[in-house]
């Protein structure tokens, strides 16, 4: 599970360095990630521990997928759960179309 925390004020949610370079490329990894729960929200609302950059919640999905959190993880406390799991789906898709989001993350 790609925790809250966050090395030098990057989140691990978005930290390809570690996600692909340390845990898939060095250790060699060949598991699935699972993001903490509610992390994309949480980005959405700067509750993460960063300072670099405000993210909107387009972009935190392309960034999480794109730095190997395989799974967006929910919590089941959000009254429009259904719709959530829409917009990643409907996000995902227009992020791949404006070439934030590598098609082969999808997969």
């Known amino acids: 599970m790609v925790s809250y925390s966050a090395i030098n004020s990057v989140p691990m949610s978005f930290n390809s360095y570690f996600l692909f370079g340390i845990l898939r490329d060095e250790l060699k990894f060949k598991g699935f990630t699972i993001s903490d729960y509610d992390d994309i929200l949480r980005a ?29 993880m929910l919590s089941g406390q959000h009254d429009e759960f259904g719709s959530l799991v829409g917009r990643i789906t409907k996000e995902a898709k227009k992020n791949v179309e404006k070439g934030l989001l590598k098609e082969e993350r999808l997969t």
Request: zero cysteines; charged letters at 20%; glycine letters at 4%.
């Open 44 to 72: 959405e609302t700067m509750q993460l521990p960063r300072t670099f950059m405000n993210v909107s919640e387009d972009r935190a999905y392309a960034l999480m997928l794109n730095a190997g959190t395989d799974m967006i």
